[in-house]
């Protein structure tokens, strides 16, 4: 069956402007993360959404980046002000629930700010 | 909060050699415990996992221990093989709805032919 897909998979802006990445978890899956990871760095958690739950917002680095996940399936995580120290791959997962479920990845989207 | 802290960073092995890579946490109601591997340019993808109900889970050539008195757990990869090449991550959490896992800082292991 279909994975998780992550649109686009390479995005170049300059500094200063917005951008939106989008995710698409396995449907049926309540759980979806977001992470960055800088190049030949680890995964560092961004967002996670469970179910109608309050997302846990707590790995968010400045006010500049958001996230929303719409109907329980889609989601897009936005960065406004582009800054240079932004770039990097971000990755999204989705998992069947939170916790101790397996995570399936998204190839990621490869951001670079100009 | 948990705290995940893997070893060693980076390690090269010749090709049949085995490779351990060890993890150690730190919230003792941690229960899961999967291993992920990432190849060049792709996502993670999940290779084994345990639950704290268990000691050992072996799968082919990879295999995990885990050590609950000591927090601890660890990877084994026998018979390595050139494609065995990429990151190791290892992560914890706990509960179904417990909210994120916390990964490691992962390892890049180099198989050499």
């Known amino acids: 069956g279909a994975g998780v897909s992550q649109s686009p998979s390479n995005k170049v802006t300059e500094k200063g402007k917005d951008v939106e990445l989008r995710c698409d978890p396995i449907?049926?899956?309540?759980?979806l993360y977001w992470y960055r990871q800088s190049l030949g760095q680890g995964l560092e958690f961004l967002i996670y959404?469970?179910?109608?739950?309050?997302?846990?917002k707590s790995g968010l680095p400045s006010d500049r980046f958001s996230a929303e996940r719409t109907g329980g399936s889609v989601s897009t995580l936005t960065i406004q002000r582009t800054q240079q120290e932004d770039s990097a791959v971000y990755l999204c997962?989705?998992?069947?629930?939170?916790?101790?479920?397996?995570?399936?990845f998204g190839p990621g989207t490869r951001l670079t700010v100009t | 909060g948990e705290n995940v802290e893997q070893h060693p960073s980076t390690l090269s092995v010749q090709e049949g050699d085995s490779a351990v890579i060890k993890c150690t946490y730190s919230?003792?109601?941690?229960?899961?415990f999967p291993w992920y591997k990432q190849e060049l340019g792709k996502g993670p993808q999940l290779i084994i996992d345990?639950?704290?109900?268990?000691g050992e889970k072996k799968d082919q050539r990879i295999a995990v221990t885990l050590n609950k008195t000591a927090k601890h757990f660890s990877l084994h990869i026998t018979e390595t093989q050139p494609e065995d090449s990429a990151v190791y991550f290892c992560?914890?959490?706990?509960?179904?709805?417990?909210?994120?896992?916390?990964f490691g800082d992962g390892t890049t292991l180099t198989v050499k032919p």
């Open positions: 992560a914890a959490s706990k509960g179904t709805n417990a909210g994120k896992s916390t």
């Open positions: 997962a989705s998992s069947l629930q939170g916790g101790t479920y397996e995570q399936y």
């Open positions: 919230d003792s109601a941690s229960n899961y």
């Open positions: 449907s049926g899956h309540t759980a």
């Open positions: 345990i639950r704290s109900n268990v």
């Open positions: 959404f469970q179910g109608n739950s309050a997302p846990d």
